[in-house]
């Protein structure tokens, strides 16, 4: 039997890096066919080579046994091959069916025939059950229907090997199962899919078999049925993987983060938080569940110094620090991981020394007089990076340069180190792998250990139920409920959440 | 990825040389076609500034007001910011240079001389002041408001010449000796030239530049906040305070620039009812030296010796000078184009690799 898709001992070197050492794919016909790897593992590149964006150093490829030489992506797309990449390739202004059809339009007596291009797109979406309005416009549709206009576009040109790179890192919960679904079609109807992915709960959803790189080498490739998440979570980061667990006696000390009454309002003047109480003491990790929208934002940032209140008090370590400056929050004893870690958390243009001293660079002994102290700061950082295990060549580079769980443990081991009274850690693993997220979780439970108080705040449930102590729930700008996470589960949270209260009462 | 990152730094150095090699070249091909000889006529410049001390001592001269143009452009883009008002900071830094050497005439020249610089640089400073007042208060843009303050700058000197200064010839009497950088040991050697201790100045400010940004706090804050005012703000940082200090500095530097001008090259001021260009050239020379000190220094020699050493071109080669505008136009806009630059070197460098 030969493999709709094989790739043998492929090499990709980048200079200074081998993303690719001597790496064996085989996708059979017709499976869902997971490639699992932390980030920087080299699933994009293989990815790029199949699809003729990249050339390989050395290594063949076969096509349904045949084999295959793919110069670029025009040849990918002869021999059956499609990929939906992250960042979707879509123009705004033009309908769904003119993006599909773009480059390969139907024409009638030698125009453009769009009559023709909406009733094929029509006819695609409904075999494949995808559901996209051929007529809209791009910029009107969601997220979730643009991919699928991705997986369209592939479609109308004839491809029968799917590739979709991490397509669900920019998808809401529904929409992964909506996607999963379709992947389930689209192999039921002949196709074969290869998913790049790094979350074990997708793969064990709906993959038949899965390939195991890290760092740029081949691990194993496994039947799925075969194996469990640990196993496989070990695989991909090479030892054996502990799920963190917040196991420290919980016994709260002094009252650390103390807010009354507190009123915020947003840019336009809507009340966002309202009268919302809220303590968080040493020794205690707090989560803040809710959804997203629900005031979290605007709380931590009126704790922070960064938006104004209203009315009401905060208090940090029995000091009223109701609308300090920022500066003084963080000399009074603030730590804050930044929910936008790029955006808020970096300076990307900075090197990683820069960065690791963003709050303290005026401060001694990083500087003395108003001179830096750069062999201060690079010894610093180059403790920092080695302590927090920060993967890069070094304290030099540049914050850009680095991978998004690279970047996330700069911002940690900067917070952490300052040994901050209160750490907020506005969703500080978002997007990361399985190593980075356990590494960060076993560092706000150490946190906790040393007596500091912990402010998480969070959209994943499991994060929340893993690591919290006590669990607020904030709905409509204020705590509806503060519960143990020892006696609720998922669900209880889950109508807390949408605003109702235990007993079925509307709140 | 070491080796990444140096390959873009690298290939970043490049843009500015590459630039002004095809700027020269297409200077080149305009005089072919019209039918001069580029060969005789680069030699003109190349000679004349290296061979005739005269053409040696203006260059240097004129890179003086240029290079501190450049660092007053290239010092508020680090932080962000776009100061097209260098052109107005250094006329009222030139006026409060000339008004303070001659007002205070009396003093010796070991106070007045420095006290002069200073008058200028201050007046400087006040003009950059004022439009990051106006956009870290007002959000008011910086580069409506400068351009604002350069005709404010222009016609209020104007003014000010006219009824506190004037003397005959529309300008300002000639400054006190005790106040003035010009140096007849450097006239002389350099053959007459109106070259002046100036450079020293310039040469100053280069380093000040660098180790202000790079080496105090201060600076880093300056970087930070140009870079990133969103994170500058969560860490801590006040992003109006250091919008309002970035124009002020980047003003010294304009003002100095006409101090130098004041108190060095022509000891005094003309009401004049035009921009000198100098403010709007340093915003070219910040542009090819890559806003960093070094190359903003030699960004400046550039320029300063195509325009003077372009002045031989027409007994030498027959080129009309206007065609050493021509060259400058096109290496800033090769520097400007520095994105097709970018994307043909690394497209160069992966087919070299295959
Ligand atoms: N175009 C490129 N030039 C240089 N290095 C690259 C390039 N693309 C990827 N890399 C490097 O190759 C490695 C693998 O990257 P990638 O395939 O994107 O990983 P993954 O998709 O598994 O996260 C990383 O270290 C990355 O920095
Ligand atoms: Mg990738």
Redesign the interface.
């Known amino acids: 039997m030969s493999y709709a898709i094989e790739m043998r001992q492929i090499r990709k070197e980048?200079?200074?890096?081998v993303a690719n050492d001597n790496i064996t794919l085989q996708v059979e016909d017709g499976e869902i066919h997971a490639l699992f790897g932390e980030n920087g593992a080299g699933k994009s590149t293989l990815m790029n080579v199949l699809f003729g964006l990249y050339?390989p150093d050395r290594g063949e490829i076969y096509v349904h046994g045949e084999k295959a030489v793919i110069h670029d992506p025009n040849d990918a797309t002869r021999l059956g091959i499609g990929m939906v990449h992250q960042h979707f390739m879509l123009i705004d202004k033009f309908t769904v069916a003119e993006n599909i059809v773009l480059g390969r339009e139907p024409k009638k007596n030698g125009v453009l025939d769009m009559k023709e291009a909406v009733k094929v797109v029509r006819e695609l979406s409904e075999k494949y059950g995808l559901d996209v309005d051929p007529e809209k416009k791009v910029e009107e549709i969601t997220v979730g229907m643009q991919q699928r206009v991705e997986i369209l576009k592939t479609l109308y040109r004839g491809s029968d090997i799917l590739i979709f790179d991490e397509p669900t890192a920019v998808l809401t919960p529904i929409e992964i199962q909506e996607l999963i679904e379709i992947m389930k079609r689209l192999v039921h109807e002949g196709k074969s899919i290869i998913l790049i992915t790094h979350k074990l709960k997708e793969i064990f959803e709906c993959c038949d078999r899965a390939t195991v790189i890290r760092r740029g080498k081949n691990i194993d490739t496994v039947k799925i049925s075969d194996t469990n998440p640990t196993e496989l979570a070990s695989m991909m980061v090479g030892r054996k993987v502990h799920v963190q667990v917040n196991d420290a006696p919980y016994n709260p000390q002094g009252k650390v983060l103390e807010i009354e009454h507190l009123n915020v309002a947003d840019a336009r003047k809507v009340e966002v938080i309202k009268d919302l109480n809220l303590t968080v003491h040493g020794g205690e990790i707090l989560g803040i569940a809710g959804v997203d929208g629900n005031g979290q934002t605007e709380l931590i940032e009126a704790i922070?110094g960064?938006r104004k209140t209203k009315s009401g008090t905060i208090k940090l370590n029995n000091q009223d620090v109701t609308n300090q400056?920022?500066?003084?929050?963080?000399e009074a004893g603030l730590g804050?991981i930044?929910e936008d870690r790029q955006?808020?958390?970096?300076?990307?243009?900075?090197s990683i020394a820069?960065n690791m001293v963003?709050?303290t660079?005026?401060q001694k002994p990083y500087?003395q007089m108003?001179?830096?102290q750069?062999k201060v700061i690079a010894k610093k950082a180059k403790k920092l990076i080695q302590e927090f295990d920060v993967r890069?060549?070094?304290e030099k580079?540049?914050a850009r340069?680095l991978s998004g769980g690279n970047q996330q443990k700069v911002i940690v081991a900067r917070e952490v180190d300052r040994s901050p009274q209160l750490l907020i850690a506005a969703q500080p693993t978002r997007g990361l792998d399985v190593g980075a997220i356990e590494f960060i979780h076993g560092k706000l439970i150490e946190e906790k250990k040393k007596g500091k108080a912990v402010l998480l705040v969070s959209f994943e449930l499991d994060e929340i139920l893993h690591l919290s102590d006590r669990i607020a729930v904030i709905y409509e700008g204020y705590i509806i409920d503060i519960v143990s996470p020892k006696e609720t589960n998922e669900n209880e949270l889950g109508l807390l959440m949408a605003g109702r209260k235990k007993g079925g009462s509307e709140a | 990825m070491s080796n990444l990152l140096k390959k873009v730094n690298w290939m970043t150095l490049l843009i500015p040389v590459i630039s002004v090699i095809l700027g020269l070249l297409c200077g080149a091909v305009i005089m072919l076609v019209i039918g001069y000889n580029p060969v005789l006529a680069y030699q003109s410049i190349v000679e004349s500034i290296f061979l005739q001390p005269y053409y040696g001592g203006e260059t240097i001269r004129a890179m003086i007001p240029l290079v501190l143009a450049g660092l007053a452009v290239a010092f508020s883009f680090r932080t962000g910011l776009f100061n097209i008002g260098v052109e107005g900071q250094l006329m009222v830094g030139w006026l409060a240079s000339v008004a303070c050497a001659i007002s205070l005439g009396h003093l010796p020249k070991i106070l007045l001389l420095p006290l002069s610089i200073v008058a200028g640089g201050a007046a400087g400073a006040l003009w950059g002041f004022i439009p990051g007042f106006l956009k870290a208060r007002f959000k008011v843009h910086e580069v409506i408001s400068t351009i604002m303050m350069n005709y404010i700058a222009l016609y209020t000197t104007a003014y000010l010449i006219k009824n506190f200064l004037y003397t005959e010839g529309e300008r300002t009497p000639t400054i006190p000796s005790a106040a003035s950088l010009a140096s007849p040991f450097l006239a002389n050697l350099t053959q007459g030239s109106r070259l002046h201790w100036g450079i020293i100045v310039a040469i100053i400010a280069v380093f000040a530049m660098w180790f202000l940004l790079w080496k105090t706090t201060k600076g880093y804050e300056l970087r930070s906040v140009g870079f990133s005012p969103d994170a500058s703000n969560y860490a801590g940082m006040s992003v109006a305070r250091n919008i309002m200090l970035s124009l002020t500095i980047s003003g010294i530097f304009a003002g100095l620039a006409g101090a130098m001008e004041g108190l060095g090259t022509y000891q005094y001021m003309t009401i004049s009812s035009a921009f000198t260009g100098i403010g709007f050239n340093g915003i070219a020379v910040a542009l090819l030296g890559l806003n960093t000190p070094i190359g903003v220094l030699l960004a400046g020699a550039l320029f300063s010796g195509l325009q003077n050493g372009g002045l031989t071109m027409q007994a030498n080669a027959g080129v009309p000078v206007e065609l050493v505008n021509i060259i400058i136009a096109l290496i800033i806009f090769f520097v400007g184009s520095s994105y097709a630059i970018k994307w043909a070197l690394s497209r160069f460098s992966r087919k070299g690799k295959k």
Do not use: C, W
Request: hydrophobic share 40%; glycine share 8%.
């Open positions: 980048f200079p200074g890096i050339q922070a960064l400056r920022t500066r003084k929050m963080i804050y930044p955006k808020h958390g970096l300076v990307l243009d900075f820069e963003l709050q660079y005026y500087a108003g001179i830096l750069n890069t060549p070094s580079t540049h340069a």
